[in-house]
């Protein structure tokens, strides 16, 4: 059912089902919003399940702030097999032996993936090279590589190890963990380069995201309940619960508004700030330079 005219300003926090991709879910909450104007703050393949936050209306520019901030997902990761795509919807590549894989060699081996580490993204993935999709390059056939980059795994906990038998009767061991990490980081990455650090081959069988910044699965929705019930958090609510706070007078307020150039809050954080006028109203995000607040989105 498409809603009258279009819905308050602020953050839709979806429960996403398996096989939709994070593009299915902005279609969907279009229709159920009424408005074109909805985008989400970092995707999730079609396989992962979980926490993908929506913005809508004047939300979405909260969107590419909200999308550098900490996430944190359940998975299952397999040893003793590789696929294409590092996860389980791709063809399995190479297979090896699990016999004698023992407890202290994996808990080695996530010790050198947990921490600032160097990452190659997986191939299959929207990542550009020279400006094409890594996931184009391969289905053409071409031979390229991925540059690493920095990433932050602050947690890569295993809860439980496994033995298994694959689909095709072959003996694998899996590994349900949890993940916390910065922006950007695969997780099926991190499968991979756990079995190949073992000698084993690995990627991964199941993923659930289960928080984006502050936002958890306890305050997520499906599809079934936001389409007969569309759940908004307002604009206001969602940027003091993701970013630092800075309440300024009425007169600061309106120099803001008039784009003057404020001294900063001096609450010694990086990155966005969320500024409030004394009615509680959400005026801007701003980040302190030298001393200076400067503007990155004006939302009054």
Not at 55 to 76: D, F, I, P, S, W
Not at 231 to 256: C, G, H, K, N
Request: with cysteine; charged share 25%; net charge negative.
């Amino acid at each position: 059912m498409k809603r009258k005219g279009t819905g308050p300003d602020g953050l839709v926090i979806v429960d996403k089902p398996a096989g939709f991709t994070s593009h299915d879910v902005v279609a969907k909450l279009r229709r159920f919003a009424g408005t074109r104007r909805v985008g989400h703050a970092g995707t999730l393949d079609p396989m992962a399940t979980g926490v993908l936050v929506i913005g809508v209306e004047k939300a979405t520019r909260l969107l590419g702030h909200l999308a550098l901030t900490e996430k944190e997902y359940a998975a299952t990761i397999r040893l003793g097999q590789s696929t294409v795509t590092d996860d389980a919807e791709g063809e399995i590549t190479a297979s090896a032996s699990v016999d004698g894989l023992e407890r202290a060699a994996i808990d080695a081996g996530v010790a050198k993936l947990t921490g600032d580490i160097q990452q190659v993204p997986s191939k299959v993935s929207a990542i550009k090279i020279d400006g094409k999709r890594s996931y184009s390059r391969v289905r053409e056939g071409e031979d390229f590589e991925i540059p690493a980059r920095p990433v932050t795994v602050s947690t890569f906990d295993v809860h439980e190890v496994r033995e298994a038998v694959a689909a095709d009767g072959a003996p694998v061991v899996d590994l349900d963990v949890t993940v916390v990490c910065s922006s950007g980081t695969y997780i099926r990455a991190l499968a991979r380069d756990l079995g190949t650090d073992l000698g084993t081959g690995g990627h991964l069988t199941a993923l659930r995201r289960t928080r984006v910044g502050p936002y958890g699965l306890d305050g997520a929705h499906s599809l079934e309940e936001l389409e007969a019930s569309l759940t908004v958090l307002p604009i206001a609510e969602a940027a003091a619960a993701a970013f630092p706070r800075w309440d300024v007078s009425s007169e600061q307020a309106r120099l803001l508004g008039n784009g003057v150039r404020l001294n900063g809050p001096g609450l010694g954080v990086e990155g966005p700030v969320a500024v409030f006028d004394p009615n509680g109203r959400f005026l801007a995000l701003i980040e302190e330079r030298d001393g200076k607040a400067k503007s990155l989105a004006v939302f009054a």
